[in-house]
C-alpha cells in the first residue's frame, strides 16, 4: 500500500513538473535586468555590417539609407516600419538610431532586434539614452557592439557615436572628443563623413559646454557631409555656426516616421521625411 | 549598496509584518509559537527574482492559505548577472483539489511581489542633480510583478511515517512586472502573452 501512494506522489509531482517546465521553458527568466539569455542575438552591429558588405553592389555608387529612431516601447509601430520600409526597391540599410529600448531592459531590445531582422537589408544600431538605463549599457554593447564605432560603405564613412552625456552625469566621456578626432583624422581614401548619434547638440541632455567644441570639429571639417540625430521626437533640420554642415533629426518611430537619404561619394543628394 | 539594499529588505519585512500582525497574532496566540518563526522556506528557480533565489515563508492566515515570502536571489555572471535581488511576495490559495491522501493541488494562485535590485545600476530614486523632474518616472531597483501559481503539495508522512516533513510544496510561477504589461497593452501584434509573462519553479518545505 505504502509503496504505491509513493509510486503515485512521485508520478503525479514527475508529470506535473515537466509537463509545466517544457511549456514555459523559453520564458524563464531570471531577471528582467540580466545581461543576456539563453536566446538573447549577440554583436548584431558586426554581423549586419559583415552582411552589408556581402550585398554590396559594387557597380552602384549611390548610398542609399534610412535612419530611425527611438522605437522604445512601440513594437507595433516598429514592425510596420519594417513592412514599409522593405517596399523599398534599391535600400543598402537602415540605421537604428538610440533608445531602442525604454527602460534599458533585455526584454525590449530582444523584441525590437527581432523586429528589425524582418528587414531585408542589414540594419546597424547606435545607443541612446534609453539603453543606458539600469543594466542596459551591457545588454546593448552584448547585443549590439561598442557605444561608438565607424565604418566606411563605398567611399563614405559611417562615424556612429555615443552623444548622451547626461547619462554619464555630463562627465565628459560623451561624446568622446579625443576619439571623434582621431576618427576624423586622415582617410585620404575617404570622399566624405557622415555621423550619427542620438541626442542631437540642441538638446540639454548634450553637455552644453562640450557642444562649441563638438560642432566646431564638424562644420569645420571639410569633407564632412551631415550629421544625423534622433531624441527629441520631431523632425527638423538646422547649420550650426551657420557653416554648411546640415544636423538633421529625425523623427521618432513612436511618430510614424523617418528619414530616407541618398549619398554619392562627396555629396549628400537627397534627404526626404518619410510619414507612414 | 548593500547596506541599502538590506535596510530596504529588513523596512519591508517591517512594515508588512505591522499589517500581517493582526492577521497572524490569532494562530501564534493559539499555537504559542514565535510570531518571527517562519512556517516554511522556499527555494526558487528563475521566475525574475535570481537564478536561484531562497528564502523563508510565513502565514497571513490561520490556515496557511495566504503567505509573504521574503527571498534574496541570485543570478550569476555566467547566466547574465551579477545581480542581487531581493523579493517580498504574497500568494493567494483559493483553491485547494485534494489528492486522495497524499496531496493537496492549488490549481490557481494570484500573488503579487515586489522585488529590489541591488547595485549601482540600480536606484529607487533618479538622482535630482541630473535628472529634470519626471525625466523618467519608473524606478530601475524596485519592479512590481504580478503573478499566477500551481502548487502541487505532497504530505510525506502519509506516504511514508518516518518521513520529517508536515508538507512538501512543488510550485509553477508565472509573472510580469509592471514594465513588461504596459509594453505587452500597448502593443496588441508584436507583444504576446508569452513574452509578457516569465516563468520560474520552486520546492516549498512546510514546517
Known sequence: ????????????????????????????????????????????????????????????????????GDTQRAYDQAARLVKVVNRYEKLDFVFLNGDISDFGLLQEMKIMAEVYDGLKVPYISIIGNHDLVANGQAVFERMFGARNFSFIYKDVKFVCHDTNSREYHFDKTAPDLPWLTQELAGGADIAGIIGISHVPPVSDDFDQDMRQAYESMIVDHPKYLANFHSHV????????????????????????????????HDKLVRYENVAY | ???????????????????????????????????????SAVLQHAGSIGYISAGVGYDLNKKGKTTLDLLYGHVPKSKGGPLNIFTAKIAWRPFAIRLWDWGILHPLNP??????????????????????????????????????????????????ASLPLDKIGLYVEYNANELYLISHFQNKEVSTIQKTFKMGFGLRAYF
Open chain 1, 233 to 264: 521626437n520631431s523632425h527638423s533640420i538646422s547649420y550650426p555656426q551657420n557653416g554648411a554642415v546640415p544636423f538633421i533629426i529625425s523623427n521618432a518611430v513612436i511618430n510614424s516616421e523617418f528619414l530616407y537619404v541618398e549619398v554619392i
Open chain 2, 111 to 160: 500573488g503579487f511581489f515586489i522585488s529590489y535590485h541591488g547595485g549601482r545600476h540600480f536606484d529607487s530614486k533618479w538622482d535630482d542633480n541630473n535628472y529634470p523632474k519626471g525625466y523618467y518616472w519608473w524606478s530601475t531597483a524596485i519592479r512590481p510583478h504580478i503573478s499566477i501559481s500551481h502548487e502541487l503539495i505532497l504530505i510525506p508522512k502519509n506516504i511514508k
Open chain 1, 1 to 68: 500500500m505504502c509503496r504505491f501512494v509513493m509510486f503515485r506522489a512521485v508520478y503525479f509531482s514527475v508529470v506535473f513538473l515537466t509537463f509545466l517546465v517544457f511549456y514555459g521553458c523559453g520564458r524563464l527568466e531570471y531577471s528582467p535586468n540580466q545581461i543576456f539569455d539563453k536566446y538573447s542575438p549577440r554583436d548584431l552591429n558586426a554581423k549586419n555590417l559583415s552582411r552589408l558588405y556581402e550585398l554590396q553592389d559594387t557597380t552602384d555608387d549611390t548610398i542609399r539609407f534610412v535612419l530611425t
Open chain 2, 1 to 39: 549598496m548593500w547596506r541599502i539594499s538590506l535596510w530596504v529588505m529588513v523596512s519591508c519585512l517591517i512594515s508588512l509584518h505591522v499589517s500581517a500582525q493582526d492577521i497572524v497574532i490569532d494562530s501564534i496566540a493559539e499555537s504559542g509559537r514565535k510570531w518571527w518563526l517562519p512556517k
